[in-house]
């Protein structure tokens, strides 16, 4: 069982590149999120979606874009990367509202 | 707006001893309530969840949680700790009526078993 995958798992970026952390799931889960884990702060949601071409921000939205083309795939673009971006990013998906959200297993991204 | 507390960033228990982690939350709506565990490295893996059937749930590796509306409280039990339970632990809240299930989290505990 895949579940949900995210590439890379590992990254360094200097300040001012762009990237994009890919994120697919095989569960055929509607909504997808991506969360940034910062030391003693919890998760955090930067951007979620409900559907194929549906996205909406979250609480921490800045810096980054999403999109949703399809069911399985939710990529998280960082534009002009900046070091308040290192952190620990996470891919999650659910079925449906109330239902358990599955993690992946995360991608640790430093700019320097 | 939901929230969740999660008092104490770190608890250090004996090898055997009783586990206690806890959780207490904000809603205005019911909520859907949830543990996760972290292993160092890892992603989150569910522990256990509330869905608003029975208050007392049992989860996997032997915790479990209750439900206390009058208290607002979620707090997380093991009888007997073992030292494959040292990892962070986090709650976290469900708005229900919201249409994308989005989770808030606390900001964690940090379980140690010691010998």
């Known amino acids: 069982n895949a579940g949900v995958t995210q590439t890379p798992k590992f990254r360094i970026l200097k300040i001012g590149q762009s990237m994009t952390l890919q994120c697919t799931q095989d569960m055929n889960h509607n909504y997808m999120y991506w969360y940034r884990q910062d030391p003693g702060m919890g998760l955090k949601l930067i951007y979620y979606?409900?559907?194929?071409?549906?996205?909406d921000k979250g609480e921490v939205p800045n810096g980054y874009n999403v999109s949703r083309s399809t069911t399985e795939d939710f990529p998280l673009r960082l534009e002009l990367a900046a070091p308040s971006q290192t952190s620990v990013y996470f891919c999650?998906?659910?079925?449906?509202?109330?239902?358990?959200?599955?993690f992946g297993e995360g991608s640790w991204l430093t700019v320097v | 707006a939901q929230s969740v507390t999660q008092l104490g960033s770190h608890v250090s228990v004996s090898e055997g001893a009783l586990v206690l982690l806890r959780c207490n939350y904000s809603?205005?709506?019911?909520?859907?309530l949830f543990w996760y565990v972290q292993y160092p490295n890892q992603g989150l893996q569910l522990l256990l969840k509330?869905?608003?059937?029975?208050?007392l749930v049992k989860g996997i590796n032997g915790f479990e949680a209750e439900f206390k509306k009058s208290e607002t409280s979620f707090h997380l039990t093991k009888p007997s700790a073992h030292m494959s339970d040292a990892a962070e632990y986090f709650c976290a809240v469900s708005d229900l009526a919201g249409t994308a299930s989005k989770l808030t989290f606390g900001t964690g505990t940090r379980l140690q078993v010691t010998l």
């Open positions: 509330y869905t608003s059937a029975a208050t």
């Open positions: 999650a998906s659910g079925l449906s509202t109330g239902n358990t959200i599955y």
């Open positions: 809603s205005s709506v019911p909520p859907y």
């Open positions: 979606s409900v559907g194929a071409g549906i996205t």
